[in-house]
């Protein structure tokens, strides 16, 4: 399980802030974070999910659920919604939608989500929804560019402004590379989360840290003196994700 993880980032809440951002340095995974927040959502009762499957397909995160203890397919085209372009370009390859030439896919994926929030039975009327997008780095090696993200990025804060029952969790892989980029869309939000390497090099009961920064009002991001910081080490287990204060195994972090 990871109920741990998520009450030390403090995600294990039924509403989440407006917006949290993930930043995965490189060399290390918090596709973690994504499976162990997904199923958290799901199991809040009457509370709509939409995962956007950019860096990983449906069936990970299934196999990734069934690890941790939930099962997906429960939920699936009920609380639970899918946009999953990379299987949809696996298939259908050059008449894919999402690889047009008319459209920035940056602005299809945005609508797609607007459509499936204000549409159908699995968002409506819900008590909370969540919209969890995998990584957005993937844009980039999709013909993205930094502005785009942006806009995008932009975008999705104007949908929890619309709606106030929506929080949006974005996840950018390589930040240390897009450091610009990466700290662009961070500030959109009142929760950062980092996943960044041991300094101390590669330790056996340790995959890394978290470095969770949260401001205490979502309005006053802007000032750098509002925020509260924390710090924790991580390991991921098979069936499990297990957390360790700095120091607490005799390990500088």
């Given at each position: 399980m990871a109920a741990s993880v998520l009450f030390a980032c403090g995600l294990n809440e039924q509403k989440l802030p407006s917006?949290?951002?993930?930043?995965?340095?490189?060399?290390v995974d918090g596709s973690f974070l994504?499976?162990?927040?997904?199923?958290?959502?799901?199991?809040?009762?009457?509370?709509?999910?939409?995962?956007?499957?950019?860096?990983?397909?449906?069936?990970h995160y299934f196999n990734a659920?069934?690890?941790?203890?939930?099962?997906?397919?429960?939920?699936?085209?009920?609380?639970?919604?899918?946009?999953?372009p990379s299987n949809e370009m696996a298939k259908d390859f050059l008449s894919c939608k999402w690889l047009s030439r008319e459209h920035k896919l940056s602005d299809l994926l945005l609508a797609d989500i607007r459509e499936q929030l204000t549409t159908g039975s699995t968002f409506?009327?819900?008590?909370?929804?969540?919209?969890?997008?995998?990584n957005?780095?993937?844009?980039?090696?999709?013909?993205?560019?930094?502005?785009?993200?942006?806009?995008?990025?932009?975008?999705?804060v104007a949908l929890t402004r619309e709606f106030?029952?929506?929080?949006?969790?974005?996840?950018?892989?390589?930040?240390?590379?897009?450091s610009l980029d990466d700290n662009n869309v961070s500030k959109l939000g009142s929760v950062h989360i980092q996943v960044i390497k041991l300094k101390s090099g590669v330790f056996r009961e340790?995959?890394?840290k978290l470095l969770i920064k949260r401001f205490q009002d979502e309005e006053d991001n802007c000032y750098e003196s509002n925020y509260t910081t924390k710090e924790i080490l991580y390991k991921v287990n098979d069936r499990n994700v297990k957390i360790f204060n700095p120091g607490e195994i005799g390990l500088k972090a």
């Open positions: 917006f949290i951002h993930i930043s995965e340095e490189s060399n994504i499976s162990s927040i997904l199923g958290q959502r799901l199991r809040i009762s009457n509370a709509g999910t939409l995962l956007v499957c950019l860096q990983h397909n449906y069936q659920g069934m690890r941790l203890g939930y099962n997906c397919n429960i939920f699936l085209g009920k609380t639970l919604g899918i946009i999953d409506t009327a819900r008590i909370h929804n969540t919209v969890i997008i995998d957005l780095s993937i844009l980039y090696n999709l013909g993205a560019s930094k502005e785009d993200i942006q806009q995008l990025c932009h975008g999705l106030s029952n929506l929080s949006i969790i974005t996840k950018m892989s390589n930040s240390d590379l897009y340790v995959d890394g």
